[in-house]
């Protein structure tokens, strides 16, 4: 077996990271609601995006750095379709360089499917570079982004992003189980971002479609020792206050929280 490759270095904006904000721009998944846009998820203080669905447009005022790196969990719509927002997105933006980063197996797909002439006449004005599972990618600022393979129809990518003492861990499109091999890319993590499109008791369609129930995620989130736990790619059928019934699993994962979109928190 040889050994495992290097991280790869990206160039980034020489910025000084001073603290650390995760924004909440897309908590959905399938098609946005009344109350949420789909998945999009942004660093603003280290220019990184994770996912770019309807929720995308948000980025625009959020723009802080030099460059941006926007992860593709995979290109499902809901997690792909605001790469054709770009252009008003970036629009007098001064940028040095805007990359999407996808599984090599998907870069033809949004080549030839996303941006075909008859949907998306405009070649896109962003390069992009292929990233598989089990890559390590160094950003700068002493951070680290880690990749790791899910269980989804077509494929998925999970990330951990460690920098300085934090690390946070995004999950999502995968049906949650506490013996899932992603678990092992999940131990210690700090933040933990977790998908939970159904509840308790639509276990047989979370596993038809490769979405998670809430009990499995906090199963996931306690075996892990995860500091904090925010569930995302909610229902969007599910536009009440209380989406998912978190009292269910206090006894498992206290504190679990239905992100929304929109939110900021310290990571």
């Not at 660093?43 to 990184?48: A, I, R």
């Not at 948000?58 to 030099?66: A, C, F, G, M, Y």
């Not at 989804?152 to 499109?173: E, I, K, Q």
């Not at 933990?192 to 276990?203: I, K, R």
Request: with cysteine; net charge negative.
């Amino acid at each position: 077996m040889g050994s495992a490759p290097s991280p790869r270095p990206l160039a980034i904006s020489k910025q000084k990271i001073i603290s650390v904000k995760l924004h909440f721009l897309g908590t959905t998944g399938y098609h946005p609601n009344n109350r949420r846009h789909t998945a999009c998820l942004m660093l603003p203080e280290m220019g990184v995006i994770f996912d770019a669905g309807t929720g995308m447009f948000r980025v625009r005022d959020l723009i802080r750095t030099k460059t941006l790196d926007i992860f593709l969990s995979h290109v499902h719509l809901d997690h792909c379709i605001g790469l054709t927002f770009l252009y008003d997105v970036l629009l007098d933006k001064d940028l040095d360089r805007v990359t999407v980063h996808v599984d090599p197996s998907k870069i033809d797909d949004l080549k030839n499917h996303l941006y075909a002439s008859a949907l998306f006449p405009v070649q896109p004005n962003f390069e992009i570079q292929p990233l598989g599972p089990g890559e390590t990618i160094t950003l700068g600022h002493g951070a680290q982004l880690k990749t790791f393979a899910l269980i989804h129809p077509g494929g998925c990518l999970g990330f951990r992003l460690d920098w300085r003492d934090r690390n946070m861990a995004y999950v999502t499109d995968t049906t949650a189980c506490p013996d899932a091999e992603y678990l092992a890319d999940l131990d210690g993590v700090n933040t933990l971002v977790h998908e939970c499109y159904f509840s308790d008791g639509q276990e047989e369609l979370a596993a038809t479609t490769g979405h998670s129930c809430l009990t499995p995620v906090a199963q996931v989130a306690a075996k892990v020792g995860a500091d904090s736990l925010y569930l995302v790619h909610i229902n969007p059928l599910e536009e009440s206050d209380e989406p998912l019934d978190l009292a269910s699993v206090d006894s498992i994962y206290p504190g679990a929280i239905v992100a929304s979109d929109q939110q900021i928190i310290d990571v």
